[in-house]
């Protein structure tokens, strides 16, 4: 029987350190909450780095290790410095902020590269190591870019296809990273190459035209004897999850608590990981701008900030906690009353029930990001609304912006323009609101995540590759 191979940096599960010693947790964030709804343990091998696993004790270590192989998982396990070199050097303090045209984010000084290839060569070897005729390999995201070609090369026949979760930005801003063409050259070693929206695709379509020097017009291309599609496969969201935990009495009950606790104010919600593409201090400065021109009353106005933890051993991601602490700070010092904090804050993760009665309860949900390669909040959020209430007020630079029409789209950059359409969405009539929720629902059902997967796949599996010659080969096929 042929398998899925994923490949992702980020298993479903990561272990944490913790005072009570190591942990096994869900791993957090689209991309890992995402795959769990494909992944069936026995048809598909999820190879991926496990987290932080303690030095020291052997027997510990093995337990934790068979602990997450009986989630149907391979795990890579890579030294401290391997993590800083891959994870926070290049992944995240070049990589992620390049995607996400922010050129102003990279550090001054980044070493690293030789370690961000020594792990994307030990990724590889685990997917040979797993690999049968016939599987079909599919790796994710930004940090396993050279893993492609990596594999091509040990697996010639193998159909493989490549997603990326995050945005590709224009050639000019890709351009500014010295080993452009290595990665280029990377991903190129994939048949099928994924986006989440046709804007990104065509960015890369011309990258590798150029750095490649590749002739046509337009993809496929012919690389090195096979042919290399591309195409956008917009993500989505576990909808009958979501749909479930909306429905679900004990989340209900939250979500009236949370308005009972809130008196008769209006509940404007935002939940983003802490990063500083997420937009969250020009969203706190239009919610003062709303405050200062008189758009809202701070009174009966009450704002749910939900920042997750994450990456904190980049100091980017310090920076922008700082940030958002100071600013929170300096709005509810001037616009509290005795009986009223205008922007509650929270920094840490919720459970997955949490997050949906805050979904529940919001009369506005705030998705402003700065620059977002899909963005599943904005999904979760329509998906769990099973009552057809609730505004969404969405960054048109959001990839689910160009699903999601239905929601009131902004420029993140203008606060004043973030103002005056919460202002609005707070205002707005309610068979208003019902029209636009029953739209945006109809659509976040149709293209949920097995439909994403489904899409993806099939075309992969419909890759040029010889692997069925290979599978003849066998005499399996
Ligand atoms: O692609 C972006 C992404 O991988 C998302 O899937 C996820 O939300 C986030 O980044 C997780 O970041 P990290 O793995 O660094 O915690």
Not at 50 to 68: F, Q, V
Not at 106 to 127: D, N
Not at 391 to 404: M, Y
Not at 420 to 440: D, F, G, S, Y
Request: contains cysteine; charged residues 25%; glycine residues 8%.
């Amino acid at each position: 029987m042929s398998r899925l191979i994923i490949v992702a940096n980020r298993l479903p599960v990561t272990v944490r350190a913790g005072e009570a010693g190591p942990r096994i947790e869900y791993s957090p964030g689209g991309l890992a909450v995402g795959l769990r709804g494909v992944h069936r343990p026995g048809e598909s091998v999820w190879i991926g780095w496990p987290g932080e696993i303690p030095e020291g004790d052997a027997n510990a270590r093995a337990k934790l290790m068979n602990e997450i192989r009986g989630f149907g998982c391979k795990p890579v396990t890579l030294t401290a410095d391997q993590v800083h070199d891959f994870y926070e050097t290049v992944a995240n303090e070049l990589l992620w902020p390049v995607l996400h045209s922010r050129l102003d984010k990279i550090p001054l000084r980044l070493k690293g590269w030789e370690g961000f290839r020594e792990v994307s060569a030990l990724f590889a070897r685990a997917v040979v190591e797993t690999y049968r005729p016939g599987d079909l390999v599919w790796v994710h995201d930004y940090h396993l870019a050279l893993v492609p070609q990596m594999v091509r090369e040990l697996l010639p026949n193998a159909r493989i296809g490549f997603f990326l979760h995050v945005p590709f930005p224009p050639e000019e801003v890709f351009r500014c990273i010295a080993e452009r063409e290595e990665l280029v050259t990377g991903l190129m070693g994939a048949d099928l190459i994924g986006f989440h929206t046709p804007g990104y695709a065509a960015n890369f379509q011309a990258t590798a035209r150029s750095l490649l020097r590749l002739e046509g017009g337009s993809a496929p291309f012919a690389w090195q004897g096979r042919r290399v599609r591309t195409g956008a496969f917009p993500m989505g969201v576990d909808t009958a999850v979501w749909t479930q935990r909306g429905a679900a009495a004990e989340v209900r009950e939250m979500a009236a608590t949370l308005h009972a606790t809130n008196g008769c104010r209006r509940l404007v919600v935002g939940i983003d990981r802490l990063d500083y593409t997420k937009g969250i201090p020009r969203r706190l400065l239009a919610i003062e701008e709303m405050f200062e021109r008189g758009l809202a009353d701070p009174g009966e106005t009450r704002m749910i900030q939900v920042s997750v933890p994450s990456r904190e051993a980049v100091d980017a991601y310090q920076e922008i906690r700082r940030v958002t602490d100071e600013l929170t700070g300096r709005i509810n010092g001037l616009y509290s009353t005795v009986d009223n904090v205008p922007i509650h804050s929270l920094y840490r993760s919720l459970a997955a029930d949490e997050v949906a009665s805050l979904y529940l309860a919001a009369d506005v949900m705030l998705v402003t990001p700065l620059r977002d390669g899909m963005n599943l909040v904005a999904k979760e959020f329509v998906a769990t609304r099973v009552d057809g209430d609730g505004v969404l007020v969405l960054s048109e630079f959001a990839g689910a912006a160009a699903e999601l029409r239905e929601a009131l789209l902004v420029n993140p950059y203008s606060t004043a323009d973030v103002a005056a359409t919460v202002a609005r969405a707070l205002a707005m009539p309610v068979h208003e609101r019902r029209w636009r929720m029953e739209r945006l629902r109809m659509r976040v059902g149709a293209n949920d995540v097995k439909h994403w997967a489904d899409s993806f796949l099939s075309e992969l599996a419909r890759a040029e590759a010889g692997y069925q010659q290979e599978v003849a080969a066998l005499g399996t096929g």
